[in-house]
């Protein structure tokens, strides 16, 4: 059965750090990413990383989070430094398969306290 599965979520004081992981099962992901979704808002891009490591960040990100892939186990991490309460959201993680099939996490809570 293909799912993904997150971890790494939770409550952190502005200007901390916090890393989310995502493990794809049943599949072979050939982009991961992370997406987020704050309350009254869109599901917006974070991160996303190809099997090949090519990366594209929003620009609200650049330069604090950082998104890597261990291939061998399947699994995406998002490193998040220096976060801001605006981060504050639910953390979706997502891959795209070969036949450019979603798939999508049950998400993961940030919240960031000022």
């Known amino acids: 059965q293909a799912q993904l599965v997150e971890s790494g979520g939770g409550l952190v004081q502005s200007g901390g750090s916090l890393r989310l992981s995502c493990t794809a099962s049943g599949f072979s992901a050939k982009r991961m990413g992370w997406y987020r979704q704050a309350p009254g808002k869109q599901r917006e891009l974070v991160a996303t990383?190809?099997?090949?490591?090519?990366?594209v960040y929003a620009d609200s990100v650049k330069g604090r989070f950082t998104i890597s892939r261990d291939n061998a186990k399947s699994t995406v991490y998002l490193q998040m430094n220096s976060l801001k309460p605006e981060d504050t959201a639910v953390y979706y993680c997502n891959a795209l398969n070969h036949v450019d099939l979603n798939y999508w996490g049950q998400g993961t809570q940030v919240t960031v306290s000022s």
């Open positions: 990383i190809t099997r090949f490591y090519t990366t």
